[in-house]
C-alpha cells in the first residue's frame, strides 16, 4: 500500500472543474513535485492534501487511514507557504514553537525540538530575533523549522522559493535538498519553476488544466516525455518542435508528424555543408555554453545549445541538422 494515495480526487468551483479525478501514489520518504503552468491546479492540489481546500469527491488516504474529511490540524501534515506566514511580533523560537505550545508540549521537549530544527537550518544564532530582523532566505528557513519540530508525516511545500532573488533560491533550493535527504521525510512541492523540479524531485508530476500528463522521474521526463506539452516544458530551454517534412534526414518519422529536438541534439554549420538553411537571430554566451536562437528559412525559430564557444555571430547564414546520438521524440 502506498504511503499517501489520491483515488479520483476532484475540486470545483462553480461550474468549473478545476481538479479532474486525480489518481497519485506517493510512497513513503519520496520527494515528489507538482509542476506545470500558471493555473494547472497544482496548489489547489496542494491544499485539498492539506485540508485547506475541501475535497468534492475521491479519497485522500494517509499510511492506511483516509483523511479525506479530517480537518487540517487532524491530518498530522505540515505546510511551508509561499509568503512565510510568520507572526512578525514573535522571535524565531516562538514562531518556531508556536504549534507545540498551542498542544502544550512540555517546555523542555519544545526546547530540544527546537533547539535540533535551529541547528539543522544554521538559525541557532538567530532565535531571538523578529522576522524583520531576518533576509528572506532566514525567513523561509524559520518558515521550515516550524514544519520540522510538529515531525508530521509529510511536508507540502508550496512554491517556498518564488519571493527568493536568484541567488538565494539555489542556495535554499540546495538546503532543501539536503534537509529531505538528513530527514527521510515523504515532502510534495509545487512550483512552476521546471528546474527546481528536475533538480530536487525523485519523481515528477506534470499537471494541466487539472490533470496529470505524466509522471516519472525527472530523467524519464527528460528522454521520455509522454506527449509534446511535456516534452515542451520540462527541460531550459525548452525541447525544438519541427515539422517531419523539415527535417528529411530523420527517418521513421510519418510525413505529417512532427520531431522533437532538444537543444543540445541541434547541429548547425557553416553554410554550404548540408542540412536546413537558417539564420542566427541572436547569440547568448553564457561562458560555459552559448546558446544560439535560429530561424530555418520559411519555418520556425529554435533554439541549439552547445558546450564551447563559438565564432558564429548574429545574422549569420548557416545549416541545421540533428547529431547523429539525438534522441528525437516523434509525433
Not at 134 to 141: A, E
Not at 244 to 271: H, K, N
Amino acid at each position: 500500500m502506498s504511503y499517501l494515495q489520491l483515488k479520483g480526487v476532484e475540486k470545483v468551483f462553480g461550474d468549473v472543474r478545476v481538479i479532474k479525478g486525480v489518481d497519485l501514489k506517493i510512497e513513503k520518504g519520496e520527494f515528489v513535485v507538482f509542476v506545470g503552468p500558471s493555473g494547472c491546479g497544482k496548489s489547489t492540489l496542494l491544499r485539498m492534501i492539506a485540508g485547506l481546500t475541501e475535497i468534492d469527491a475521491g479519497s485522500l488516504e494517509l499510511d492506511g487511514r483516509d483523511i479525506t474529511r479530517l480537518p487540517s490540524s487532524k491530518r498530522d501534515l505540515a505546510m511551508v507557504f509561499q509568503s512565510y506566514a510568520l507572526f512578525p511580533h514573535m522571535s524565531v523560537f516562538d514562531n518556531m514553537s508556536f504549534a507545540l505550545r498551542l498542544a502544550n508540549v512540555d517546555k523542555a521537549v519544545i526546547q530540544q525540538k527546537v533547539g535540533r530544527a535551529a541547528e539543522i537550518l544554521n538559525l541557532t544564532q538567530y532565535l531571538k530575533r523578529t522576522p524583520r530582523e531576518l533576509s528572506g532566505g532566514q525567513r523561509q528557513r524559520v518558515a521550515i523549522g516550524r514544519a520540522i519540530v510538529r515531525a508530521p508525516k509529510v511536508f507540502l511545500f508550496d512554491e517556498p522559493l518564488s519571493n527568493l532573488d536568484a541567488a538565494l533560491r539555489g542556495q535554499t533550493r540546495i538546503e532543501i535538498h539536503n534537509l529531505h535527504r538528513d530527514l527521510g521525510a515523504t515532502s510534495i512541492y509545487v512550483t512552476h519553476d521546471q528546474v527546481e523540479a528536475m533538480t530536487l524531485a525523485d519523481r515528477i508530476v506534470v499537471l494541466r488544466d487539472g490533470q496529470i500528463e505524466q509522471v516519472g522521474t525527472p530523467l524519464d521526463l527528460y528522454d521520455r516525455p509522454a506527449n509534446q506539452f511535456v516534452a515542451q516544458f520540462i527541460g531550459s530551454p525548452q525541447m525544438n518542435v519541427i515539422a517531419a517534412r523539415q527535417l528529411p534526414t530523420v527517418s521513421g518519422v510519418p510525413a505529417d508528424g512532427f520531431i522533437g529536438l532538444r537543444p543540445e541534439s541541434v547541429s548547425l554549420q557553416p553554410a554550404g555543408q548540408g542540412g536546413l538553411p537558417g539564420t542566427i537571430d541572436l547569440v547568448e554566451s553564457l561562458g560555459a555554453e552559448t546558446l544560439l536562437y535560429v530561424t530555418i528559412d520559411g519555418g520556425p525559430q529554435i533554439t541549439a545549445r552547445q558546450a564551447t564557444r563559438t565564432t558564429l555571430r548574429n545574422g549569420a547564414k548557416v545549416y541545421i541538422s540533428a547529431r547523429k546520438e539525438a534522441e528525437c521524440a516523434a509525433t
